[in-house]
């Protein structure tokens, strides 16, 4: 009695998976990622480059600059903070500006660089630090996720490691 | 220091133990998981053990302290001296790991049994007080960020003394965290688990290895 | 004694044509209505790719209700898919990115495809922080439709289906080697230490741990053999370098010397931590293989013939596959005694393996036509496209 129950109950789980298989590509796998994309997660800010805090509008262009990122104590980056020229095909043939990363009112650094024609060129940015808070650097050489200067498909997007004080390690 | 000021110092030092904790938890976990594991079943030695290894991290925790006060601030911020310690003490850390991982073989083991194999895995010594004193003052001294975030807060104060209660009430606020690592019983220990454990504890090792060796190589070579 | 089944043990017609093409019936259905799509995709090379995918996996299955075996069959697409998937990932890297490598650019702007490897160690750090250690994005992007949402939710719903038998119907890197394991004839390698299977789960253990403690998917910047064949982060420094000859190394040991020497899966069995992650949800699937003691004459082809070492002298004794058993179902087709059987948990073991196979089967198909069979689709359009 209680093997002919249990078989059942197998059969039943065996044909619920079969339902289940069915199900996958029309209601399940949506479910599960709506799920995911719905559980408050996000990619590490380390990755990501983190959230954008203000825009500064300048002549037919905007600068871009985002909450800075305070890695996890275990994480070996360092702090930064990351700022993007946008659009791609709004910008100068060179821009030399400073900026204010903190939103205090006071400029933070002063960037320059030449914006090439040719996608493919290298890019060389200055970074000149204006205070003790940032880091000044001057093209990069090893590049890491806190010092790094890039092209996006939106426009130019420079990481400015924060000084060491506000490093943990 | 007036009485208010050692009051809000200990709540600081043991709310900064708290709130560090899960970093320490993470940051330890690869050497404790792994040697808990191998550790024989039973809530008794385990908890023993785990105690043993607290200590020895207490230990690590004051003498550092002791350092961090005689150097004033400068050791977590002065580059050269924190690589060459953290390299060291990660290499270290890999040796203990190895050790408890690949034992000696022993001429009579079931791995020398077996004729042709790949690889021989020896038998592990019994891990005892002393291996858990071993790992407990290697990841004490092991220069984790929580670790330095109380290093150079008790730095800042008045006194020795002063500093050494300041990490005794760190270390505590940490300690709690390690709880859950005897849960780490509930799992049914059989020789699977343990030699699980163990290749897991020489990847590890192996880990530490490499990244203390290229600590140093690129300490030599850059410096 | 040939450790896989070489040759179908049992009688070429186990059944009727007329019976198998009804069984094969839903199966056809089902694949025209995952294909129908493609059928009317502007790009002929697409639209011809799924009519020889949907055709190839409709007549494996077919194969596989006439002659009552799975092993081979099933091992003729999961090779294909194996073999062909990097030649579809790498077209479609070339023609986004222009390389196979990914920059530190591309990462930080979401771009690396979300691989299911990852997902042992996302759990810890997305537990403590929400996090997720994998420079991807969460939703799908233009540059990024392989995003980390859609490719979670994708495997959680195979894995409710599968189970382990992820790794025999599902994992894209798995035939890679199953198919340079069935080059040989006879190994060379036979004996190998059992303990090997436990590495699996001891570099699970290690990567989980290193991961939460460094917060970073440590597998994938160090120790994945398929860098070598999908993604690679570019060399641009001696870590970068170092990383690469890793990929290297183990990929060509891994998945092309040792799997011709020893006619197993040896990247599956003695090393994915995925694979070992994977085995957990055994424990809830339905299906599983038997051996049933009654007919078992312990002959040790079953052992021999299983491609991961998932059955040992102690597991046969106790009627038993390990944990690690991907259902792929080498052991039932060379058992000549019928004795290793598809079981559903829950009803004796023996008399209803036919049924057992078969339920599981359609769901297992299903999934393999849906999922890989759109990878083969792509890989093989890419390849129409470069001979048309």
């Given at each position: 009695?209680?093997?002919?129950?249990?078989?059942?109950?197998?059969?039943?789980?065996?044909?619920?998976?079969?339902?289940?298989a069915?199900?996958?590509?029309?209601?399940?796998?949506?479910?599960?990622?709506?799920?995911v994309?719905?559980?408050?997660?996000h990619?590490?800010?380390?990755?990501?480059?983190?959230?954008?805090?203000?825009?500064?509008?300048?002549?037919g262009?905007?600068?871009?600059v985002?909450?800075?990122?305070?890695p996890?104590?275990?994480?070996?980056?360092?702090?930064?903070?990351?700022?993007?020229?946008?659009?791609?095909?709004?910008l100068p043939?060179?821009?030399?500006?400073?900026?204010?990363?903190?939103?205090d009112?006071?400029?933070?650094?002063?960037?320059t660089?030449?914006?090439?024609?040719?996608?493919k060129?290298?890019?060389?940015?200055?970074?000149?630090?204006?205070?003790?808070?940032?880091?000044?650097?001057?093209?990069?050489?090893?590049?890491?996720?806190?010092?790094?200067?890039?092209?996006?498909?939106?426009?130019?997007?420079?990481?400015?490691?924060?000084?060491?004080?506000?490093?943990?390690? | 220091?007036?009485?208010?000021?050692?009051?809000?110092?200990?709540?600081?030092?043991?709310?900064?133990?708290?709130?560090?904790?899960?970093?320490?938890?993470?940051?330890c976990?690869?050497?404790?998981?792994?040697?808990?594991?191998?550790?024989?079943?039973?809530?008794r030695?385990?908890?023993?053990?785990?105690?043993?290894?607290?200590?020895?991290?207490?230990m690590?925790?004051?003498?550092?302290?002791c350092?961090?006060?005689?150097?004033?601030?400068?050791i977590?911020?002065?580059?050269?001296?924190?690589?060459?310690?953290?390299g060291?003490?990660?290499?270290?850390?890999?040796?203990?790991?190895?050790?408890?991982?690949?034992g000696?073989?022993?001429?009579?083991?079931?791995a020398?049994?077996s004729g042709?194999?790949?690889?021989?895995?020896?038998?592990?010594?019994?891990p005892?007080?002393?291996?858990?004193?071993?790992?407990?003052?290697?990841?004490?001294?092991?220069?984790?960020?929580?670790?330095?975030?109380?290093?150079?807060?008790?730095?800042?104060?008045?006194s020795?003394?002063?500093?050494?209660?300041?990490?005794?009430?760190?270390?505590?606020?940490?300690?709690?965290?390690?709880?859950?690592?005897?849960?780490?019983?509930?799992?049914?220990?059989?020789?699977?688990?343990?030699?699980?454990a163990?290749?897991?504890?020489?990847?590890?090792?192996?880990?530490?290895?490499?990244?203390?060796?290229?600590?140093?190589?690129?300490?030599?070579?850059?410096? | 004694?040939?450790s896989?089944?070489?040759?179908?043990?049992?009688?070429?017609?186990?059944?009727?044509?007329?019976?198998?093409i009804?069984?094969?019936?839903?199966?056809?259905l089902?694949?025209?209505?995952?294909?129908?799509?493609?059928?009317?995709?502007p790009?002929?090379?697409?639209?011809?790719?799924?009519?020889?995918?949907?055709?190839?996996?409709?007549?494996?299955?077919?194969?596989m209700?006439?002659?009552?075996?799975?092993?081979r069959?099933?091992?003729?697409?999961?090779?294909?898919?194996?073999l062909?998937?990097?030649?579809?990932?790498?077209a479609?890297?070339?023609?986004?990115r222009?390389?196979?490598?990914?920059?530190i650019?591309?990462?930080?702007?979401?771009?690396?495809?979300?691989?299911?490897?990852v997902?042992?160690?996302?759990?810890?750090?997305?537990?403590l922080?929400?996090?997720?250690i994998?420079?991807?994005?969460?939703?799908?992007?233009?540059?990024n439709?392989?995003?980390?949402?859609?490719?979670?939710?994708?495997?959680?719903?195979?894995?409710?289906?599968?189970?382990?038998?992820?790794?025999?119907y599902?994992?894209?890197?798995?035939?890679?080697?199953?198919?340079?394991?069935?080059?040989?004839?006879?190994?060379?390698?036979?004996?190998?230490d059992?303990?090997?299977?436990l590495?699996?789960?001891?570099?699970?253990?290690?990567?989980?741990?290193?991961?939460?403690?460094?917060?970073?998917?440590?597998?994938?910047?160090?120790?994945?053999?398929?860098?070598a064949?999908?993604?690679y982060?570019?060399?641009?420094?001696?870590?970068?370098?170092?990383?690469?000859?890793?990929?290297?190394?183990?990929?060509?040991?891994?998945?092309?010397?040792?799997?011709?020497?020893?006619?197993?899966?040896?990247?599956?069995?003695?090393?994915?931590?995925?694979?070992?992650?994977?085995?957990?949800?055994?424990?809830?699937?339905?299906?599983?293989?038997?051996?049933?003691?009654?007919?078992c004459?312990?002959?040790?082809?079953?052992?021999?013939?299983?491609?991961?070492?998932?059955?040992?002298?102690?597991?046969?004794?106790?009627?038993?596959?390990?944990?690690?058993c991907?259902?792929?179902?080498?052991?039932v087709?060379?058992?000549?005694?019928?004795?290793?059987?598809?079981?559903?948990?829950?009803?004796?073991?023996?008399?209803?393996?036919?049924?057992?196979?078969?339920?599981?089967?359609?769901?297992?198909?299903?999934?393999?036509?849906?999922?890989?069979?759109s990878?083969?689709?792509?890989?093989?359009?890419?390849?129409?496209?470069?001979?048309?």
């Open positions: 009695m209680r093997k002919s129950f249990t078989a059942v109950l197998g059969y039943f789980a065996g044909g619920l998976t079969l339902l289940v069915i199900l996958v590509p029309f209601v399940l796998m949506g479910f599960f990622s709506n799920a994309a719905r559980a408050g997660l990619v590490d800010e380390g990755y990501s480059g983190g959230v954008a805090a203000r825009t500064i509008a300048r002549d262009y905007r600068i871009v985002n909450q800075p990122v305070k996890h104590l275990l994480q070996r980056m360092e702090p930064f903070v990351q700022v993007a020229w946008e659009p791609a095909s709004a043939a060179q821009i030399s500006e400073d900026v204010d990363l903190d939103g009112g006071r400029p933070d650094v002063h960037l660089f030449a914006v090439p024609a040719d996608a060129e290298p890019l060389q940015v200055n970074v000149a630090s204006l205070n003790d808070n940032y880091q000044s650097f001057a093209g990069v050489e090893n590049e890491s996720y806190s010092r790094l200067v890039m092209r996006t498909d939106r426009g130019i997007m420079v990481r400015v490691p924060l000084s060491r004080k506000f490093s943990t390690r | 220091m007036n009485l208010p000021s050692i009051s809000a110092s200990v709540w600081e030092a043991l709310a900064l133990g708290l709130a560090t904790g899960p970093i320490c938890l993470a940051s976990g690869p050497v404790v998981v792994p040697w808990m594991l191998i550790l024989p079943n039973g809530w030695v385990r908890s023993h053990q785990l105690t043993v290894f607290l200590a020895a991290r207490l690590g925790y004051l003498l550092f302290a350092v961090a006060w005689w150097a004033g601030s400068a977590p911020h002065a580059w050269s001296g924190r690589a060459w310690a953290f060291c003490v990660q290499l270290l850390l890999a040796i203990a790991l190895l050790t408890y991982a690949i000696w073989p022993k001429t009579r083991s079931c020398a049994e042709r194999r790949l690889v021989q895995i020896g038998v592990a010594p019994q005892g007080r002393t291996g858990a004193a071993t790992l407990g003052f290697l990841t004490g001294i092991n220069l984790c960020p929580p670790f330095l975030v109380a290093g150079v807060r008790a730095s800042q104060l008045g020795l003394p002063a500093a050494l209660v300041f990490f005794v009430l760190f270390f505590a606020g940490t300690a709690v965290w390690f709880a859950p690592f005897l849960a780490l019983g509930f799992v049914q220990r059989n020789p699977a688990i343990a030699t699980v163990r290749i897991a504890a020489a990847l590890l090792a192996c880990y530490y290895g490499f990244l203390g060796a290229s600590t140093l190589i690129a300490r030599i070579i850059y410096v | 004694m040939s896989h089944p070489s040759t179908l043990e049992r009688p070429p017609a186990f059944r009727r044509i007329g019976k198998s009804l069984l094969t019936l839903p199966i056809l089902w694949s025209l209505l995952m294909f129908s799509r493609a059928f009317f995709q790009r002929l090379d697409l639209r011809l790719a799924s009519v020889v995918v949907m055709l190839f996996m409709t007549a494996l299955f077919f194969l209700m006439r002659t009552g075996t799975t092993y069959w099933r091992r003729y697409f999961f090779v294909a898919l194996g062909l998937f990097p030649v579809g990932f790498i479609d890297l070339i023609a986004v222009g390389t196979m490598s990914i920059p650019e591309r990462m930080v702007s979401g771009d690396t495809p979300f691989c299911y490897m997902i042992p160690m996302l759990v810890i750090p997305a537990a922080t929400r996090s997720i994998f420079p991807g994005s969460i939703l799908p992007t233009a540059s439709p392989h995003s980390i949402a859609i490719m979670i939710g994708l495997w959680l719903a195979l894995t409710l289906v599968l189970g382990k038998a992820w790794c025999s599902a994992c894209f890197f798995g035939g890679i080697e199953e198919g340079f394991a069935a080059v040989a004839k006879k190994p060379k390698i036979r004996r190998i059992p303990r090997f299977r590495v699996p789960w001891a570099i699970l253990l290690a990567i989980v741990l290193l991961s939460a403690a460094l917060f970073e998917p440590v597998y994938c910047m160090w120790l994945c053999p398929f860098k064949v999908t993604e982060p570019a060399v641009r420094s001696v870590q970068t370098a170092i990383q690469m000859v890793i990929f290297v190394v183990l990929f060509i040991g891994l998945v092309i010397v040792l799997p011709l020497l020893t006619k197993k899966r040896t990247q599956c069995a003695f090393f994915c931590p995925f694979g070992a992650f994977q085995s957990l949800f055994n424990k809830i699937n339905i299906f599983e293989i038997r051996i049933d003691r009654e007919k004459i312990d002959c040790a082809a079953c052992r021999n013939a299983c491609p991961t070492m998932a059955i040992s002298k102690e597991s046969v004794q106790a009627g038993n596959t390990l944990l690690g991907m259902k792929c179902g080498a052991c087709d060379v058992c000549k005694n019928h004795a290793a059987v598809w079981h559903v948990k829950g009803t004796a073991v023996g008399p209803s393996s036919e049924r057992s196979r078969l339920l599981f089967l359609y769901g297992a198909w299903a999934m393999a036509t849906m999922f890989g069979g990878v083969l689709a792509n890989s093989v359009s890419h390849l129409l496209h470069f001979a048309m």
